[in-house]
């Protein structure tokens, strides 16, 4: 009898079984037969991928190379200041602040609710089984990424604001702002604004290494910031200083700071450095010249 609605259908029999004989293996298609549509994978299509792929690292190494990341400020325990994550984390560090995520709540907002996103990330396959590829065709799937969308944008913005707030209350001035400050004052002294090494030529050196004014400096804690060889750590350099600053205005700095360096006088006195010392220390300061030392 034959399968099916066809009574003419004709069986062909294997062997003993009734099962019907196959027409063999079907092999796909491959590239060639889709011209102008397609590429050989190897190498064409993967070369691509990989000249791409060098260039972008190309780039990175440039751009790290071009300008090295800067020291931070030297560590400070009793620093007051806001925490703050990078800019990606906003969102999170803003939902971990509401109500139902924190406090009593802290495993539901930690494990529940990020347990609930990613398992409709794992059902989005299975709810939404169209073939339509046009966004506002796929109810489900647009509307999820609206929705997460929106929600990262939106608490993003709410940190930041918050952010914003509090530091104005506070009267706190975040490290970034900091830093431009002090890049525009060594910019205007004619000093280097970048931490990165300096080419060996543009260094000036250090004038009358043997003063006494040598060791107070080292004494007085300047070193933390401005490093032992005056070079520049967190602090600017100073080599060449007294090219842009008088005795007066280096002892005027000593006493009251400038931009993101305090009042370093009192933490001089209370090392066991005195005042004459601190004198001493900046007219040798102040005698830091290029052409002093080109002499």
Same mark, same amino acid.
Not at 81 to 106: C, H, N, Q, R, T
């Given at each position: 009898?034959a399968h099916?609605?066809?009574s003419?259908?004709k069986?062909?029999y294997?062997?003993?079984? =009734?099962?019907?004989?196959?027409?063999g293996?079907?092999?796909? #298609?491959?590239?060639?037969?889709?011209p102008?549509?397609?590429?050989?994978?190897? #190498?064409?299509?993967l070369l691509?991928e990989?000249?791409?792929?060098?260039?972008? *690292?190309?780039g990175? @190494?440039? @751009?790290?190379?071009?300008?090295?990341?800067?020291?931070?400020?030297?560590?400070?325990?009793?620093?007051s200041v806001? #925490?703050?994550?990078?800019?990606y984390? @906003?969102?999170?560090?803003?939902?971990?602040?509401l109500p139902?995520a924190?406090?009593?709540?802290?495993?539901?907002?930690?494990?529940?609710?990020s347990?609930?996103a990613?398992?409709?990330?794992? *059902?989005v396959?299975?709810?939404?089984?169209?073939?339509e590829? =046009?966004?506002?065709?796929?109810p489900? /799937?647009?509307?999820?990424?609206i929705?997460?969308?929106?929600?990262?944008?939106?608490l !993003?913005?709410?940190?930041?604001?918050?952010?914003v707030?509090?530091l104005?209350?506070?009267g706190?001035?975040?490290?970034h702002?900091q =830093?431009?400050?002090?890049?525009?004052?060594?910019?205007?002294?004619?000093?280097? !604004? /970048?931490?990165g090494?300096?080419?060996?030529? &543009? +260094?000036?050196?250090?004038?009358d290494?043997?003063?006494?004014?040598?060791e /107070?400096?080292?004494?007085?804690?300047?070193?933390?910031?401005?490093?032992?060889? *005056?070079?520049?750590? &967190?602090g600017?350099?100073?080599r060449?200083?007294?090219?842009t600053?008088?005795?007066?205005? +280096?002892v005027?700095i000593?006493?009251?700071?400038?931009?993101?360096?305090?009042?370093m006088k009192? !933490?001089a006195?209370?090392?066991?450095?005195?005042e004459e010392?601190?004198? %001493?220390?900046?007219?040798?300061l102040?005698? %830091?010249?290029?052409?002093?030392?080109a002499?």
């Amino acid at each position: 009898m034959a399968h099916g609605h066809k009574s003419d259908e004709k069986v062909v029999y294997v062997g003993d079984s =009734r099962v019907k004989k196959g027409s063999g293996w079907v092999t796909p #298609p491959d590239y060639t037969a889709y011209p102008g549509k397609s590429e050989a994978f190897i #190498p064409n299509f993967l070369l691509k991928e990989w000249m791409v792929g060098v260039v972008v *690292l190309v780039g990175f @190494l440039v @751009l790290t190379i071009s300008e090295p990341a800067p020291l931070g400020y030297p560590a400070d325990p009793g620093a007051s200041v806001i #925490p703050m994550p990078d800019w990606y984390f @906003l969102f999170l560090y803003e939902y971990l602040k509401l109500p139902y995520a924190s406090g009593d709540y802290v495993v539901l907002g930690t494990i529940g609710v990020s347990g609930v996103a990613f398992g409709a990330l794992l *059902l989005v396959p299975f709810l939404d089984t169209g073939k339509e590829r =046009r966004f506002y065709k796929r109810p489900i /799937t647009s509307a999820l990424m609206i929705l997460s969308l929106f929600a990262v944008i939106y608490l !993003t913005n709410a940190a930041w604001t918050h952010y914003v707030h509090e530091l104005e209350a506070t009267g706190q001035k975040p490290e970034h702002i900091q =830093r431009e400050e002090e890049a525009e004052e060594k910019h205007a002294a004619g000093l280097p !604004t /970048t931490s990165g090494k300096q080419a060996e030529d &543009s +260094i000036v050196a250090i004038v009358d290494k043997d003063n006494p004014a040598m060791e /107070t400096f080292k004494t007085a804690t300047c070193i933390s910031c401005h490093a032992a060889d *005056l070079k520049g750590a &967190s602090g600017p350099s100073l080599r060449g200083v007294g090219d842009t600053h008088t005795k007066e205005e +280096i002892v005027a700095i000593i006493e009251n700071g400038q931009g993101g360096m305090p009042a370093m006088k009192d !933490t001089a006195l209370a090392a066991g450095v005195t005042e004459e010392q601190l004198d %001493q220390l900046a007219d040798w300061l102040a005698s %830091q010249k290029a052409e002093a030392a080109a002499e």
